[in-house]
C-alpha cells in the first residue's frame, strides 16, 4: 500500500532529505487536520453538511476504516456530530502531527526521530525519491496545465490554505490552483475554505 494523501501532504510540507517542516508547526498540524477529513471524505466516510448555514461534519458510513488513525478521527466525527468544522480542525490539529508521523514511522515511511547531542532531529524520510514524489508530481501538473487527480486536487486546495503552496511549486499559479481546487465536490471545497479560514486565525494569533 502506497502513500496515503495525509502522508503525501506530510512530504511535501517538510523537507524530502532531512525532514524538516517548511512551515510553522501549528500551520502544518492544520494542514494534517484537513487532510485526514479528507481522506475520510474521499473513502465516503464522512462529509460536510451545508444545510445547517453552518458546515458541519457528519458521518455517512460506520464501518471500520482498516487504519487507526482515521478510525480515531471517524469515532469523534460519530461521537459529537454537532460541531462545526473549524471546530474539528482545531481539535484534531493538536496531535494529529504526533499521530500522522507515527503512522508514517510504522509504515516504514518515516525514520523514527533520532536525538542528536541535546536536539532532536526530524524524522528524516526512509526513502527521499518517495518523499519527493507527491511535490514532483504537483509541480509538473502545474508546468503542463494537466488537469490533476481528484486526490493531487485536494493537495493543491491544502498547500494553497496552509500558504506552502508559494514556496514548493515552481510557478506559483494561482489560477491553476483555484481551478483544480474548483473541480472537486462542494463538501472537500468547503473543507479547504474553513482549513484556511484556521490557518488565517492560527497566523493572526501568533503576531
Known sequence: MGPSLVDDLYFVLHDNVTGHARLHPRLTSLGLAGAVLAELMLAERVTVDLASGQDRLWATAQDATGDPLTQKVLGHIIAEPQHPVGTWLLFFAR????????????????????RHLLRQQPAAPVDTNTAAWPLARLNLAVQRRKPPVVMDCVLYGLLAATGCDQRVLWEHDPAFVAATTATLPVPLQRLIAQTKVAVGQAVISRR
Open 95 to 114: 496531535t494529529i502531527y504526533a499521530d500522522v508521523r507515527a503512522r508514517m514511522v510504522a509504515a516504514k515511511l518515516l525514520n523514527p526521530p533520532a
